[in-house]
Nanobody, 124 residues
Framework: VQLQASGGGLVQPGGSLRLSCTVSGFTSDYYAVTWFRHAPGTEREGVSS????????FYADSVKGRFTMSRDIAKNTVYLQMDNLKPEDTAVYYCAAKAGYYSGNLFDLRHDYWGKGTQVTVSS
């Protein structure tokens, strides 16, 4: 199983980015995906999760109302639309998958597969 994250970059405060995470190699359609981020000097934190069916999402309080996670099951791709970005959103963003049928807050669950990160920098 491989996860490929893309879409990071440099953006000004208040701007937008859309991250993509393409998943390949799963033998089942049932897997949940979580976006995590890790900024220098901080612990890794969960940003958002999407359920195995794509029917429900969960967001950290710090991004609620600004970030939107979605899933295109046919394309095996998960997206993270990030709007009204703030300097404190600067981090390396990782997508991770957990096999099985899951929904809700998955931040504290052990994920089975991880992609390489993509850097998001919010700065003027």
């Amino acid at each position: 199983v491989q996860l490929q994250a893309s879409g990071g970059g440099l953006v000004q405060p208040g701007g937008s980015l859309r991250l993509s995470c393409t998943v390949s190699g799963f033998t089942s359609d049932y897997y949940a995906v979580t976006w995590f981020r890790h900024a220098p000097g901080t612990e890794r934190e969960g940003v958002s999760s999407i359920s195995s069916t794509g029917g429900s999402t969960f967001y950290a309080d710090s991004v609620k109302g600004r970030f939107t996670m979605s899933r295109d099951i046919a394309k095996n791709t998960v997206y993270l639309q990030m709007d009204n970005l703030k300097p404190e959103d600067t981090a390396v963003y990782y997508c991770a998958a957990k096999a099985g049928y899951y929904s809700g807050n998955l931040f504290d669950l052990r994920h089975d597969y991880w992609g390489k990160g993509t850097q998001v920098t919010v700065s003027s």
